[in-house]
């Protein structure tokens, strides 16, 4: 009697004496801290099962604290023997233990060298390694030991479940070949997970840097443009603050967006680290029986859509915090040219004001004409006879003489109402004969406008815009993080596009001016650097 009741105190899972026993709404029970490790390994499957008889849940289901079963197990562990670790001892050499043998199935007895030779040795009466349980060992049908698996039906059996079973004709294996197996393919999942709990832990840590490198930057912007109104009268101070407002309100917004997302990378590397540590549990098992018993391995790994969707997540708010550090600063630097026009910093924080962009001459087609402060350039009909050149363009372009091959840098450039030009950024190796920047030139990154309307151009990528409002602009780019925005300078700014790109050659302002078809000769189209 003492020995069935034993047996009922054994957690199916860990295959130890209940610790801190809890009932499934089942009415199975097991120990708080090991069905608490298996439900979370089941999280974002979809559903919840029970270890033992498979029922499922919708939802992870509540566990109740069995008191009574706690009082009892507390009751058998403080009388069973000290074990030496995990060693499964003899049951009947209570007065000096002894390791066991053998483990009885029919009678639940562990049983050391000498009483396996006085045990009864009719069929009922199976003997298996020693095991701390023996609950399910015994097929249910025929009473005989489960000492084979098959993979057909995903379930353990006995011998006569392959010979006239159910089973009967499918291809079985060995107990301890298919937990091998099975441990085999735990090993090399536990190798995947821990690789993705590392690429989370480090998403998570890339993303708090960036959230508070933005913030710190919005900050440090926002004093810059607050220390040139300390000594201004009161309209100016107050105006000063209420766009200070903005712009700190807007990054904070972002910023416990990026912590939300953070927070949940944290508890998702936290829900990897208990499924590693479970299929490490379940490496380590020596029962092959309880190994294959554990439910499959498949519904640790069901939640791919959900990391990638944190992973699309992560690169959209990374995006989002460079775009409010960078709208941060073209907002700022052109409310202070507004208020200020006489005061012009040439850096603000880590962003370089290109305010000594010029047009390079040299590379001007002869269409093009250039103003001797080679800050504007527009199109004619008369040629301009220039010599020619490998750097001059063909037709309608010019290049800057700056080129940006590192860092943060903004320039601002107004443009003609009338007319076709295109506005932007492109390498020094485009194309000077016949080649035009914007649609189908993958070496320039522009805002082009022309009778058909305004659009961003790169390559075969277009974006139509809707109606500009103005046509003075600001151009930010962030070389390193291979991103180039354009921005409408309206009250209020607008955001017209974002390019991201990594950048293999340095970057030259490029302009290009034309003649819309079918227009008089006399129409007039140009493009102006702001300095």
Request: with cysteine; net charge negative; charged share 25%.
């Amino acid at each position: 009697m003492a020995s069935e009741l034993r047996e009922e105190l054994y957690c199916s899972i860990c295959l130890e004496i209940y610790t801190d026993p809890a009932t499934l709404p089942c009415g199975h029970n097991f120990c708080q801290g090991c069905i608490g490790r298996v439900l979370g390994t089941q999280e974002g499957s979809g559903v919840y099962r029970c270890p033992v008889c498979r029922e499922k849940y919708p939802g992870r289901p509540a566990l109740r604290r069995n008191t009574v079963l706690s009082n009892i197990a507390e009751h058998f562990r403080a009388a069973e023997p000290q074990r030496d670790g995990t060693a499964i001892l003899c049951t009947y050499c209570t007065h000096s233990p002894t390791p066991a043998a053998k483990t009885c199935l029919h009678c639940g007895a562990s049983l050391c060298d000498t009483h396996v030779g006085v045990h009864p040795e009719s069929a009922e009466h199976v003997l298996t390694e020693p095991t701390a349980s023996t609950r399910g060992k015994l097929c249910c049908i025929h009473k005989e030991a489960r000492n084979y698996y098959c993979p057909h039906d995903d379930v353990c059996i006995c011998a006569s479940c392959c010979l006239v079973g159910e089973h009967r004709g499918h291809q079985v294996e060995p107990l301890s070949e298919a937990s091998e197996k099975k441990k085999e393919k735990l090993r090399q999942l536990q190798k995947t997970l821990s690789l993705k709990r590392e690429q989370t832990e480090a998403a998570a840590q890339s993303l708090e840097r960036h959230r508070r490198e933005e913030k710190n930057r919005v900050a440090t912007l926002v004093g810059t443009f607050t220390a040139l109104f300390k000594d201004m009268k009161d309209p100016l101070r107050d105006e000063a603050r209420r766009s200070s407002y903005e712009i700190s309100n807007k990054e904070n917004q972002v910023s416990t967006t990026a912590s939300a997302l953070i927070g949940r990378l944290e508890a998702r590397a936290e829900e990897l680290t208990i499924k590693v540590g479970y299929i490490e549990d379940l490496c380590n098992m020596v029962d092959p029986l309880t190994v294959l018993q554990e439910w499959e391995s498949d519904s640790i790994c069901t939640d791919l859509e959900e990391d990638l969707q944190l992973m699309e997540e992560l690169q959209g708010v990374h995006g989002t915090l460079r775009a409010v550090g960078a709208e941060a600063f073209v907002t700022l630097h052109t409310r202070s040219a507004d208020l200020l026009p006489d005061v012009k910093p040439t850096r603000w924080f880590d962003v370089q004001v290109a305010s000594d962009l010029r047009v390079d001459e040299d590379t001007a087609a002869n269409n093009v004409v250039v103003t001797r402060d080679l800050t504007t350039v527009s199109w004619s009909g008369t040629n301009q006879h220039r010599t020619e050149s490998p750097k001059r363009f063909q037709s309608c372009q010019a290049l800057s003489c700056r080129a940006f091959s590192s860092g943060k840098h903004y320039w601002a450039v107004d443009a003609s109402e009338s007319g076709d030009w295109m506005l932007g950024v492109a390498y020094p190796t485009i194309e000077r004969r016949g080649s035009f920047i914007g649609y189908g030139n993958s070496k320039s990154w522009c805002l082009c406008r022309c009778h058909k309307g305004d659009a961003m151009m790169h390559g075969r990528e277009v974006r139509v815009l809707h109606k500009l409002s103005c046509c003075k602009f600001g151009i930010y780019l962030d070389y390193e993080a291979g991103r180039l925005s354009f921005y409408e300078l309206s009250a209020p700014i607008r955001h017209l596009h974002t390019f991201t790109a990594t950048f293999t050659e340095p970057l030259h302002p490029v302009f290009c001016v034309s003649k819309r078809p079918n227009s008089p000769d006399i129409s007039y189209c140009w493009i102006r650097l702001l300095t």
